[in-house]
């Protein structure tokens, strides 16, 4: 079992930065697949970025360059830059992790059906 707990979402304008963290219990996260997704209301949740367990990480075409994922392994926690914050980031973001194969891409890590450990969720809102 992977008990995930999210922090750091708030409240932005437009152009701000804000960073959210994940820790996680019950597992190693370098041992596991680990990802953030969002959901904005009326839309369904999608694939923001992603880390394998080499290391490897992936972004949304919507977030490349403005976000940055990071794990702390000493800290078991995972981090999400959010840099250039627009009004269309405004959503719930969750942590997610699975116990996925070494070698796992953005075609499976970006799926939120893939994962079966999943965070409360964090608010993160934009004004233009």
């Known amino acids: 079992q992977v008990q995930l707990v999210e922090s750091g979402g708030g409240s932005v304008q437009a152009g701000g930065s804000l960073r959210l963290s994940c820790a996680a219990s019950?597992?190693?996260?370098?041992?596991?697949?680990m990802g953030w997704f969002r959901q904005a209301p009326g839309k369904e949740r999608e694939g923001v970025a992603a880390?394998?367990?080499?290391?490897?990480?992936y972004y949304s075409d919507s977030v490349k360059d403005r976000f940055t994922i990071s794990q702390d392994t000493a800290k078991n926690t995972m981090y999400l830059q959010m840099n250039t914050l627009k009004p269309e980031d405004t959503a719930m973001y969750y942590c997610?992790?699975?116990?996925?194969?070494?070698?796992?891409?953005?075609?499976?890590?970006?799926?939120?059906?893939?994962?079966?450990?999943w965070g409360q969720g964090t608010q993160v809102s934009v004004s233009s």
């Open positions: 997610a992790a699975y116990v996925c194969l070494y070698g796992s891409k953005w075609d499976r890590l970006g799926l939120n059906r893939n994962y079966n450990y």
């Open positions: 019950g597992y190693t996260i370098s041992m596991i697949c």
């Open positions: 880390i394998n367990r080499e290391g490897v990480i």
